[in-house]
């Protein structure tokens, strides 16, 4: 490279305005289709568990409390997500969602990618049951 063309690069990146951007302080605006976290509605969940078994990195597990009162909690790994959307495209119910405003998920500890959805009172009688519970027998039942 001739030291005049060098130069001249050097007084233009002065004059030129920087190309990156301020992230953590300047928040970027996401497109309307952008898939991030996933939200979900659990009345309008009829526990078809269509979107478990199209769900490609297993990352959902639908647990049923009582499928005649329509009780379900989601268990969401986040950690697990490719976040394909292919979860929220067969829900024939529509009580799925990706959001486009949750999506900044970085975290330091692995248990805040486990993220339970559903009513408070279900989430909280799946918990006590899991709490309760021998690990030998939920690993036997799994076998099964």
């Given at each position: 490279?001739?030291?005049?063309?060098?130069?001249?690069?050097?007084?233009?990146?002065?004059?030129?305005?920087?190309?990156?951007?301020?992230?953590?302080?300047?928040?970027?605006?996401?497109?309307?289709?952008?898939?991030?976290?996933?939200?979900?509605?659990?009345?309008?969940?009829?526990?078809?568990?269509?979107?478990?078994?199209?769900?490609p990195s297993n990352?959902?597990?639908?647990?049923?409390?009582?499928?005649?009162?329509?009780?379900?909690?989601?268990?969401?790994?986040?950690?697990?997500?490719?976040?394909?959307?292919?979860?929220?495209?067969?829900?024939?119910?529509?009580?799925?969602?990706?959001?486009?405003?949750?999506?900044?998920?970085?975290?330091?500890?692995?248990?805040?990618?486990?993220?339970?959805?559903?009513?408070?009172?279900?989430?909280?009688?799946?918990?006590?049951?899991?709490a309760h519970s021998?690990?030998?027998?939920?690993?036997?039942?799994?076998?099964?």
């Amino acid at each position: 490279m001739k030291f005049g063309t060098m130069l001249r690069d050097v007084f233009e990146s002065f004059i030129k305005k920087p190309v990156t951007q301020g992230y953590p302080v300047e928040k970027v605006v996401t497109s309307e289709h952008f898939r991030g976290k996933l939200i979900y509605n659990p009345s309008a969940c009829t526990g078809c568990c269509l979107c478990t078994k199209d769900c490609p990195s297993n990352a959902i597990e639908l647990i049923t409390i009582d499928r005649a009162a329509k009780r379900f909690v989601l268990k969401y790994h986040m950690d697990r997500c490719v976040f394909c959307g292919q979860c929220v495209t067969n829900c024939k119910f529509k009580c799925m969602g990706m959001s486009n405003q949750d999506w900044e998920l970085a975290a330091l500890k692995k248990e805040s990618f486990e993220v339970y959805y559903g009513k408070e009172d279900d989430i909280a009688t799946f918990l006590e049951s899991i709490a309760h519970s021998n690990p030998v027998d939920t690993i036997e039942s799994a076998e099964k």
